[in-house]
């Protein structure tokens, strides 16, 4: 890593108090996330398959999913907002991932307004929320669908319009300001920042699609029976 | 309107290239906006009145609202995406407006990335599905209701999501960075800037707790069903 100041972050003359390099090697780090996130979600998929053993597999999926969000809104964005000003001289686990996830958004460095803003929604309504659609899907049962299509719904929608304004937001800034935010390695934007944010734009579009078919089917099937009773 | 440098916006040293100020009378363009507005609602839902006979008050006023809600974002929000750099010099209708209500958000005379970006997905995505939400109701199709619901809580969501953006962006620079983007007087704060957005609180509130209920409404009933034809 090139580092021609005090901190490896751009635009190079942000400027990021109190910053230390990480102390633990990448490898470790991120062995040591996908651990704890692979761990968390075998359990919760294995304690939903336990508890309705009729979940398909494609209800397992979304489990998984809500899990993982819930997870990171919850706890890992929880402890961006509860510790932001003091991330950049951190050696915590959450703190060295937040300082090499930053080489690709050093608004996290920054305690911005815009991110700060966002990501207290995210851990204060979407994290629970993401909890609770996994928890009405694992529960599987037919009197609360209408709950948990209508939850899943909302989380969705709130995932796409957070995406699309954290991706738009720094393709304004760069655009009206000539700011970027992202080291130039195609590492640093394409893996961390387009890679890692991509799935919050293609599984809430299929989960709205699909729960979206969910439910219009309950309403086209209430639309038949009134239908029906009146013999038409 | 005390004119201290030359305009009138807070924080006192933010630029507003070319700025003029307003040609025509406060009361005229207030009037002339709400006449506009007034006529599109009464036609709105005049028409809808006349197309589905048996439309209920709070249907009529859902149709109202969402109507409402597709003006001002493909409209007189798409004016802004449109026209953001010149309107501070800009003596149009529509321009006047923002240079009014800017009084209240400096942001919209700004160029400001936060706001471009949440303006452009406003206009791009919520304009059309407000309408599309309005026509559905408007409809009043029995086998159309899923999407309408879906449509109406999407957008609803989109809403309270996008206000407390709006709201927390203003709160967080305010507490990060000591940054205020509104005149102090009352009416310029509690007035435009709290009053004006208000709506697009209270409203989908009560129009996302309506329309989750008549989803979980229609999967109680087919899980009804099913368990009725199961001799439950």
């Known amino acids: 890593m090139a580092v021609d100041g005090s901190h490896p972050y751009f635009p190079r003359d942000v400027v990021v108090p109190g910053y230390a390099a990480n102390?633990?090697?990448l490898l470790f780090i991120l062995t040591s996330f996908g651990g704890i996130?692979?761990?968390?979600?075998f359990g919760c998929v294995t304690f939903a398959t336990w508890y309705s053993t009729a979940l398909k597999r494609g209800e397992q999926l979304t489990i998984a999913w809500f899990s993982?969000?819930?997870f990171l809104h919850l706890f890992f964005e929880g402890y961006f907002v509860l510790n932001h000003a003091?991330?950049?001289?951190s050696q915590s686990l959450f703190a060295q991932l937040w300082k090499e996830y930053a080489l690709s958004d050093s608004r996290y460095?920054?305690?911005?307004?815009?991110m700060l803003c966002i990501e207290t929604l995210t851990v204060l309504i979407w994290g629970p929320l993401s909890f609770a659609t996994a928890v009405l899907a694992a529960r599987n049962r037919p009197r609360e669908q209408g709950a948990r299509h209508l939850l899943q719904a909302?989380?969705?929608v709130g995932?796409?319009?957070g995406v699309a304004l954290y991706y738009g937001t720094c393709g304004f800034a760069e655009h009206m300001r000539g700011l970027s935010y992202s080291r130039p390695e195609p590492v640093y934007y394409w893996g961390y920042y387009v890679g890692m944010n991509a799935p919050w734009v293609v599984v809430p579009c299929v989960l709205l699609w699909q729960g979206g078919n969910a439910i219009q089917a309950a309403f086209r099937e209430v639309a038949e029976g009134v239908e029906g009773k009146k013999g038409l």
């Open 68 to 70: 993982l969000c819930g």
């Open 37 to 41: 996130i692979g761990a968390l979600l």
């Open 154 to 156: 909302v989380v969705c």
């Open 159 to 161: 995932h796409l319009y």
């Open 86 to 89: 003091t991330i950049p001289s």
């Open 23 to 25: 102390t633990a090697p």
């Open 109 to 114: 460095m920054t305690s911005d307004p815009f």
